[in-house]
Nanobody, 116 residues
Framework: QVQLVESGGGLVQPGGSLRLSCVAS????????MSWYRQAPGKERELVAS????????NYPDSVKGRFTISRDNSKNTVYLQMNSLKPEDTAVYYC?????????WGKGTLVTVSS
């Protein structure tokens, strides 16, 4: 079955960096577009980065553009999110999503807390 397991979250000070990882299994990873979303308390889930199956196309909202970088290693079935210059408003649970022909699948998320 499809599984997505995120890791790398934690507590970081403002201005700091974190790298999230999402390991995928149960489908052909190299054929799937992958995305990272986040959901802060009391807010709707929002897209923070997406990457095409071959890794040639990336998309970011203005809120993270220039600070976050999505990448993937198809040999390791893993997608990454490098987050730099973190702000308190980046605090959220971060989720990995796989867009497959049969539907979309989500991981359980990893918590990122940006606080001094």
């Amino acid at each position: 079955q499809v599984q997505l397991v995120e890791s790398g979250g934690g507590l970081v000070q403002p201005g700091g960096s974190l790298r999230l990882s999402c390991v995928a299994s149960g489908f052909t990873f190299s054929s799937a577009g992958m995305s990272w979303y986040r959901q802060a308390p009391g807010k709707e889930r929002e897209l923070v980065a997406s990457i095409s199956s071959a890794g040639t196309l990336r998309n970011y909202p203005d809120s993270v553009k220039g600070r976050f970088t999505i990448s993937r290693d198809n040999s390791k079935n893993t997608v990454y999110l490098q987050m730099n210059s973190l702000k308190p408003e980046d605090t959220a649970v971060y989720y990995c999503k796989a867009a497959l022909i049969i539907g979309s699948y989500w991981g359980k998320g990893t918590l990122v807390t940006v606080s001094s």
